[in-house]
C-alpha cells in the first residue's frame, strides 16, 4: 500500500503561482509511477501530469502546458507541482497518484484546493 499527502493548495489571484507537494509513505520507491489530477465543481476528474514511467519528465495537459512543471525527490519520496500564471479556470481539487507500470492509477491522496481568483 502507498499513502499519498497532498499539500501546498490555496487561494491565489489570477497570475499567481502555487506549488503543490505530494507525501509518499508505506510501500514508496522509485518504480512508483506518480501524476496529478484535477477536479473543478461539477465535472469529472482529469489529468493534469503524469511521469509516461517511473523518474521520466512529465508530459502534460494542452491546458497547463508551459505554466506546470511536475518534478520528484526520490530521496523525499516527494512529487511536486509548480504551477505558474494561473488562471480562474485552474480552479479545482489537485490530486495525486501512484502507480506500477502497467497497472491502472490505484493509489489517490486526499486532495487539495486549488481557488484562483479574477
Known amino acids: 500500500q502507498v499513502q499519498l499527502v497532498e499539500s501546498g493548495g490555496g487561494l491565489v489571484q489570477a497570475g499567481g503561482s502555487l506549488r503543490l507537494s505530494c507525501a509518499a509513505s508505506g510501500r514508496t520507491g522509485s518504480s512508483y509511477v506518480m501524476g496529478w489530477f484535477r477536479q473543478a465543481p461539477g465535472k469529472e476528474r482529469e489529468f493534469v501530469a503524469a511521469e509516461p514511467q517511473s523518474g521520466v519528465n512529465m508530459y502534460y495537459a494542452d491546458s497547463v502546458k508551459g505554466r506546470f512543471t511536475g518534478s520528484r525527490d526520490n530521496a523525499k519520496n516527494t512529487v511536486y507541482l509548480q504551477m505558474n500564471s494561473l488562471k480562474p479556470e485552474d480552479t479545482a481539487v489537485y490530486y495525486c497518484?501512484?502507480?506500477?507500470?502497467?497497472?491502472?492509477?490505484?493509489?489517490w491522496g486526499q486532495g487539495t484546493q486549488v481557488t484562483v481568483s479574477s
Open positions: 497518484a501512484a502507480r506500477t507500470s502497467g497497472s491502472n492509477w490505484a493509489y
